[in-house]
């Protein structure tokens, strides 16, 4: 049991550096939705034709950015539960599975949001007025909500991935002890009140 007792801390610190990558990333996210390029078209000063001249190209690397921390995020609870596949038999694995199902979907999607977002944002149609022989009336740009739907996933990739991390935690523990007092029972059948003293 004292080892068990030590390892206590250690999750607790799993845990709050799971909130910190999550939140981080979270954080990203939505700084990647407010920085979305922006276009104007603008005329080119050596001909007649009309090109779109972007503003920043942040959210794109605040895109990536989220994409490799929540990446860790996952990798990090999925190694330390080992995939809930490679780990102790659990006697009860009904709310590791569902938090485990909901963790992989939530951190699927928001990693597809990231990447397109971030492809998205960083095309500029610079040359496209000249190409297509006429003039340019807008600029294409990422479309509202990508990278805020991404955020939205992260907040509840985090709490299945506490929950998954919580249940899996919970059922190992609950067979440690379990096997910890089938020993103890073991032992005091041939203890001295049994008869099996030295005497005999």
């Known amino acids: 049991m004292a080892g068990f007792a030590s390892s206590r801390p250690a999750s607790l610190a799993l845990c709050g550096f799971l909130i910190f990558l999550n939140v981080f990333a979270f954080l990203l996210a939505v700084g990647a939705e407010q920085r979305r390029s922006t276009g104007k078209v603008v005329p080119d000063e050596y001909d007649e034709r009309s090109y779109c001249l972007y503003d920043t190209d942040a959210s794109t690397v605040y895109g990536v950015c989220a994409f490799f921390v929540l990446l860790l995020a996952q990798l990090l609870v999925t190694g330390v539960t080992r995939c809930l596949c490679f780990g102790p038999a659990l006697s009860s694995r009904g709310c ?82 379990k096997h910890q007092n089938e020993a103890g029972v073991g032992m005091t059948d041939y203890g001295l009140d049994r008869g099996g003293g030295p005497g005999l």
């Open 96 to 177: 590791a599975v569902a938090a485990f199902a909901v963790s992989w979907l939530t951190f699927l999607v928001a990693e597809a949001c990231l990447v397109g977002g971030s492809a998205k944002n960083a095309y500029h149609t610079k040359y496209l007025g000249y190409y297509t022989k006429h003039d340019l009336v807008s600029c294409a740009a990422l479309r509202k909500g990508v990278f805020a739907a991404a955020a939205a996933m992260m907040l509840i990739n985090l709490a299945a991935s506490l929950v998954y991390y919580w249940s899996y935690s919970k059922a190992a523990d609950g067979g440690f002890i």
